[in-house]
């Protein structure tokens, strides 16, 4: 378990770890200062000398977004050592220098986790009696924490919760941010289980030029796109934490539990806070901590603090929920499971993550059926040959084709995709086509979409973001 040490001994690799960057800090502020020569040396002594005992301790050299509860890949050298390094995820930041995308299989690796395989989606098919989603049939969720303990629970007739969240930025949602939502509403058709959806405008707030009203206006604008994906109002609670954290003092006091047990340095080292960011950012993870724990919703649960939490996300919010494992034992809860998804590559290829204020770079919820035509067909990166005659002779490369890549989310048939493959693959499939392919599949899909939306009104929005009770079958 890539889990934070609790107490060890005096200088921990963790400790030497944000000892280091602390001291680094330092010595860029007395050079940044002016300081003495004197000083500004001492301290880079120091630095050298805490850099050493680190790599005794570790075996290898000090790497700033490498903390060691977050082990990096073993192999250290040979030709996949540079490319393992060119991988940098975090709950910001997601980088890769390969155009297949992120190296998933090193990433599991890395944070720790496990692979979701074929011998855990049967078990899934078993306990729901249900056909696994295409999500999990296809690997785009791919790795899990504990799935098999909530599996026991459930087969023993015991509780369980979902958790999921969405950091309203923007009023524009995009396909990829319906990724967690749309496996999210399954799991809960599957299990009949009760959700809860944070909208952290909180956080949006603290990291974007944003003002308070407008981050809780693009909370409610976007659980409006949430609550069209189908969600059951009489299973789902959606709340926003700048209006929830106010009325709730279950939750709150979860996060302050949280708060008491993570010190500072431990964040600084999962999230790479530095001494520079707002008192607000560096305590922001216990509130997206809080809601894996049942007792932060009296109103569902009562104060029953026993029921798991199951909470599928993009594996970039992993951090976050390697801090809450850590502490749960701690303040008497247990530790919530985690089903994580891969990235949804941006429309110009798989290195980057989408982003929301590049309008070009996703199709978005909003688009009409003439503009994914075009977004498609102009900026969808292709796998394809530059001629038509090397085409047909060599072959597209499914791997780094963006439009395949977005038919493995949302083609539901599995014998069509694979016969797009191979046609793509072989040469007797051009890109044309292909893209033709994905538009056909993306038009109706946002049309009905933007029709269920329309339905959507304040007031059902509200109802979904009012503290209730909930209907389930918990005993």
């Not at 309203?168 to 939502?181: D, K, Q, W």
């Not at 009203?213 to 969600?231: H, L, P, R, S």
């Not at 539990?257 to 560096?282: A, C, L, M, P, R």
């Amino acid at each position: 378990m890539a889990n934070m040490p609790n107490s060890e001994p005096c200088a921990s690799p963790l400790e030497l770890f944000n000892s280091i960057a602390t001291q680094g800090e330092l010595v860029r502020s007395l050079k940044a200062g002016n300081a003495s020569k004197d000083e500004i040396d001492s301290a880079v002594k120091m630095l050298l000398s805490l850099k050493m005992s680190y790599k005794a301790a570790m075996g290898e050299d000090y790497k700033a977004d490498c903390p060691p509860g977050n082990p990096a890949p073993t192999s250290n050298h040979g030709p996949d050592a540079a490319e393992a390094e060119e991988d940098f995820v975090d709950p910001w930041t997601v980088q890769t220098s390969s155009a297949k995308g992120i190296d998933y299989d090193k990433l599991i690796v890395r944070f720790g986790s496990s692979k979701i395989d074929k011998e855990l989606i049967n078990r899934i098919e078993r306990a729901t009696g249900q056909r696994p989603h295409r999500f999990l049939r296809r690997g785009i969720f791919f790795s899990h924490r504990d799935m098999n303990q909530v599996l026991d629970a459930y087969e023993n007739k015991k509780p369980f919760y979902l958790y999921t969240g969405r950091g309203p930025s923007s009023e524009a949602m995009h396909v990829g941010h319906l990724i967690p939502f749309i496996f999210t509403k399954w799991l809960q058709d599957v299990f009949n289980v009760p959700l809860v959806i944070q909208m952290t405008d909180d956080e949006k707030y603290l990291w974007k030029d944003l003002t308070l009203d407008q981050a809780y206006g693009y909370a409610v604008e976007n659980a409006k796109d949430i609550i069209a994906c189908g969600f059951d109002i009489n299973k789902t609670f959606i709340f926003s934490d700048l209006d929830y954290m106010g009325m709730s003092s279950g939750f709150y006091k979860n996060v302050v539990k949280i708060q008491k047990h993570v010190t500072f340095n431990q964040v600084k080292g999962i999230f790479g806070f530095t001494d520079s960011d707002s008192i607000g950012k560096i305590s922001f993870p216990a509130i997206q901590a809080a809601p894996s724990f049942s007792n932060s919703f009296p109103q569902i649960f009562q104060d029953r603090t026993d029921i798991q939490c199951l909470i599928p996300c993009a594996i970039d919010q992993d951090p976050y929920f390697r801090m809450t494992r850590d502490v749960a034992p701690r303040i008497g809860y247990p530790k919530p499971a985690l089903l994580h998804s891969t990235f949804f590559p941006a429309l110009q290829g798989a290195q980057t993550k989408m982003s929301a204020s590049d309008p070009n770079s996703s199709i978005f919820l909003t688009d009409t059926a003439k503009q994914i035509k075009t977004k498609v067909n102009k900026h969808a990166f292709s796998g394809g040959r530059d001629t038509i005659e090397e085409h047909r002779q060599f072959g597209g490369n499914c791997d780094v084709d963006v439009s395949f890549m977005y038919l493995t989310f949302f083609l539901e048939d599995d014998d069509k995709l694979e016969q797009i493959r191979k046609d793509y693959t072989s040469g007797a499939m051009l890109t044309g086509e292909l893209k033709k392919v994905l538009i056909e599949v993306l038009q109706p899909l946002i049309a009905e979409h933007q029709a269920r939306r329309k339905q959507v009104t304040d007031e059902i929005a509200k109802e979904f973001m009012t503290p209730r009770e909930l209907s389930f079958d918990f005993q």
